[in-house]
């Protein structure tokens, strides 16, 4: 279980403290932070909590919606808000700020696309000087309009391309990209670029664009092999489980976690044997 | 007017007489049809309707399935199935099948894609023989795991250029396409291997992945954009306007071709002055 880690998302009805608690007492070494979870207790307390617990942050999610254009409406000051963000990051010891980048603005896909450009090279150096990598996370296709105009593995390492790759890396989420004919190639591509490997199934037929994932092994995501190309290209970091579902949240959060755990040993995780980063 | 076409899934409610006299009153010079409607009055008298009204078939939907599963599950003969919309499309003066080629069988995303290669292999020289062209559409990567493992258009000129352009060709469906960031290059790449263009629109957020549809004008895609480069790539031919949209097909079907038609002249065709085929 080294890789695990427990997206806070999983365990949605849980605060922070309660989920790094969840975490210690599961022996779970990860945990994908979210940014309205930390601001509720604040960076400071967050980050002493997590070392109190011996709990270390694989990710804080996110920054991003670059073209102004998100799921709720116009986003005011999204490279103020992701600089922000680039900052609690690195108080966490976040190594990786997830970026999703945002809809299409005004109607206008290519330009949205090239204001993503835009805003990372805005936002890498500011980045950089605080040792926060800056993950592009490629979003489903389903998902283009409103959320995010990065819908492909390739689209992202050709936008982080311009940059160190330990500036600007790329996140494999498995709900997003499974389906993609060039997923092989893309990740080899990706290489050490790679900043993170989601762990999710999908809902079959998808209930809803955003809610219809569920735990690895619900749906037809062959997650042995996508985490065997992510480490075979570069990637030997922490596997989070982040899953969007309704009647997970319902549940317990402890439960939930537990469940995540199972799904993770016997869905996901490399054979017993595979060399330890 | 003269690309249009009224894909027979718009009028869902209206049989092929209907549809066929419809499209005649409405100045309407294409139909796309489906099997099913074919099949209620039989190939010979579709035929003759559509000879009589002086409306012409642009495409016959569907064969495929070569995966062997589909959203209502396994189907038993897909290669023979196909073999037998080759003969309809035949005898219809159809000029193009058009294939949805199944969704993951057995868990096995890879050897689902293999067997979609197996299976044009073996159809390619019937269609041939024929004189019908194959159309690869590919769909959504929403639709992947039930209904299609061709997620792109990439993949299914890949597919397609072990053949003559005039035996396999691809299908350009807006809906499935419109988010990719190589669309350009593909619909470049496909060039006169474009078989088809069928125009809709995506809503937003998506409220069904099959039935999420609009009328052009309705979602986020800039049709004027994809038809020019199908057109600057070499297709001339007909554009079926297709909508899956049960709110559409609700109304009246004369109703819905009406705005159909002004949907396409208002959002799809060509400027004014464009060069007729």
Same mark, same amino acid.
């Given at each position: 279980?080294? @890789? ?21 007492? &599961? ?8 940014? %309205?979870? +930390? =601001? ?11 070392? %109190?617990?011996?709990? @270390? ?12 254009? /998100?799921?709720?409406?116009?986003? =005011? ?9 680039? %900052? ?11 970026? +999703? ?16 450009? /835009? ?17 592009? #996370? ?17 689209? &992202? ?8 790759? #330990?500036? +600007? /890396? +790329? ?46 092994? #619900?749906?037809?995501? %062959?997650?042995? @092999? ?33 469940? &995540? ?17």
């Amino acid at each position: 279980m080294h @890789r695990f880690s427990l997206n806070q998302i999983t365990t949605k009805n849980w605060t922070l403290p309660e989920a790094v608690a969840g975490c210690a007492e &599961a022996g779970v070494e990860w945990i994908g932070l979210w940014r %309205d979870r +930390v =601001a509720e207790v604040g960076v400071d307390t967050a980050a002493a909590l997590l070392r %109190d617990h011996g709990v @270390r942050a694989s990710s804080l999610c996110r920054g991003g919606s670059f073209t102004g254009a /998100g799921p709720d409406g116009p986003v =005011a000051d999204p490279i103020g808000d992701t600089a922000a963000a680039i %900052d609690e990051a690195a108080a966490l010891g976040a190594p990786v700020l997830v970026l +999703v980048v945002g809809g299409i603005a005004g109607g206008d896909l290519p330009g949205s696309r090239a204001a993503v450009a /835009g805003a990372l090279e805005q936002l890498a150096p500011y980045a950089a000087e605080r040792g926060v990598r800056l993950g592009l #996370e490629p979003l489903h296709p389903v998902q283009c309009a409103e959320r995010s105009v990065l819908c492909t593995l390739d689209q &992202a390492v050709d936008l982080a391309e311009p940059y160190p790759e #330990e500036v +600007v /890396g +790329v996140i494999v989420d498995e709900f997003h990209v499974w389906w993609d004919p060039r997923i092989e190639a893309a990740i080899a591509r990706a290489g050490r670029r790679i900043a993170g490997f989601h762990a999710c199934d999908q809902l079959v037929p998808l209930p809803d664009p955003l809610l219809g994932r569920g735990l690895p092994g #619900e749906g037809p995501i %062959d997650h042995r @092999r996508l985490l065997g190309l992510a480490t075979e290209a570069g990637y030997t970091g922490p596997v989070e489980v982040e899953v969007f579902n309704a009647a997970l949240w319902a549940r317990p959060p402890k439960e939930a976690l537990a469940s &995540a755990i199972t799904a993770y040993r016997t869905h996901v995780a490399e054979p017993a044997g595979t060399p330890l980063p």
